[in-house]
C-alpha cells in the first residue's frame, strides 16, 4: 500500500519568507508526527496530531512555527519569516495509533533551504 | 545527560565482520525502543523493536537491558549492503499517547 508520501520533496526559500511542507500519512493511520533533522543528527521530534487536534507542540522551536491537521489526515507544517538556521530535512510520520508499541512510518522528507 | 545517546561513528567493518552499536537512555519510564536504518538522503525505516529483553531477525540482534538503560544492536556476518546509519529511538511516555525521541545515529561503513 501507499506508504507516506511529503511533498515538495525539496523547497528553497529566501530568508524572511514563508513556506509550507506537506504530508499525507498512510490511510487509517490516527496519529502523525513532524521532526526536523539538521545534518549529522538524528530526527528532532516537533509536533504530535491525534486527528485533528496538535496533542503535543512541545517541540515547535517558536512562534514561527505552526502545523495544521483540518480534517485529520494530510497536515501541513507552516514556517514564516524563514531564517537560514531553520534549513534541515522536515519528516513526517504516522503510525495507526500513539501506542508505545506503535511503528512510525517515515516519509522521504522535505529538504527545507533558507538562502 | 541527553535522553538517548549513541556510539559515536563511524565504524568501519570489512564485509563478514560482526559489529554491535550501544545506546543508552535517560528515562527509566520508557517502555519501547526502536533501532531504525537510515541510507543517505533518505527517510529513517524501522529496523527492529525491542519490548522485552531482546529480539532477533537474521543477521540482526537487539537487546535491552532495563537495569543498565541501554539497548544494543549486533550485526553477524556485515554485508556491503548493510552500510547505513542505524538511529536508536527511544519512547517518551506522555499522559495516553507516545512520542519517540531519537540518537544522533552511528554510521556503518562495510567494506569489501
Known amino acids: 500500500g501507499a506508504g507516506v508520501s511529503q511533498t515538495p520533496s525539496n523547497k528553497v526559500t529566501e530568508k524572511g519568507k514563508y513556506v509550507e511542507l506537506r504530508c499525507d500519512p498512510i490511510?487509517?493511520?490516527?496519529?502523525l508526527y513532524w521532526y526536523r533533522q539538521s545534518l549529522g543528527q538524528g530526527p528532532e521530534f516537533l509536533i504530535y496530531f491525534q486527528g485533528t487536534g496538535a496533542a503535543d507542540d512541545s517541540g515547535l522551536p517558536n512562534d514561527r512555527f505552526f502545523a495544521v491537521r483540518p480534517e485529520g489526515s494530510v497536515s501541513t507544517l507552516k514556517i514564516q519569516r524563514t531564517e537560514r538556521g531553520d534549513s534541515a530535512v522536515y519528516l513526517c510520520a504516522s503510525s495507526l495509533w500513539a501506542a508505545a508499541t506503535d511503528t512510525q512510518y517515515f516519509g522521504p522528507g522535505t529538504r527545507l533551504t533558507v538562502l | 545527560r541527553k535522553e538517548v545517546e549513541q556510539d559515536p561513528g563511524p565504524f568501519n567493518v570489512p564485509e563478514g565482520a560482526t559489529v554491535a552499536f550501544n545506546c543508552t537512555y535517560s528515562?527509566?519510564?520508557?517502555?519501547?525502543f526502536f533501532w531504525y536504518r537510515q541510507d543517505c538522503r533518505k527517510e529513517p525505516k524501522l529496523l527492529m523493536s525491542?519490548?522485552?529483553s531482546g529480539n532477533e531477525d537474521g543477521r540482526f540482534t537487539a537487546q535491552l537491558n532495563r537495569a543498565s538503560q541501554y539497548i544494543s544492536l549486533l550485526i553477524r556476518d556485515s554485508k556491503l549492503s548493510d552500510s547505513a546509519t542505524y538511529l536508536c529511538?527511544?519512547?517518551?511516555?506522555?499522559?495516553?499517547?507516545?512520542?519517540?525521541?531519537f540518537g544522533k545515529g552511528t554510521m556503518l561503513l562495510v567494506s569489501p
Open positions: 525491542v519490548y522485552s
Open positions: 490511510s487509517g493511520h490516527t496519529a
Open positions: 529511538a527511544v519512547n517518551r511516555v506522555n499522559s495516553g499517547y507516545s512520542t519517540l525521541t
Open positions: 528515562n527509566s519510564a520508557s517502555q519501547s
